[in-house]
């Protein structure tokens, strides 16, 4: 995972790699920290990607940080 800055807004990137087995079933679940080392006061947004939806449409999950 790493993000991509730009003025305040903060993109973040999943990696994922493909190979050629066979997926498992049932869910994965994990965590990652992103090191955040603001330079300024001011509003930062992360903007996390969760996909497409039905029309191909990026989906974005955005938060909002204040640091003071």
């Known amino acids: 995972m790493d993000y991509i800055p730009k003025d305040s807004i903060r993109t973040v990137v999943n990696y994922a790699y493909k190979n050629n087995q066979t997926c498992q079933s ?24 969760q996909g497409k939806d039905a029309s191909g449409n990026n989906i974005w999950l955005e938060k909002q940080i204040v640091v003071e």
């Open 26 to 49: 049932g869910t994965y679940r994990a965590f990652n920290l992103i090191r955040f080392e603001p330079q300024k006061t001011g509003t930062y947004y992360f903007k996390f990607w």
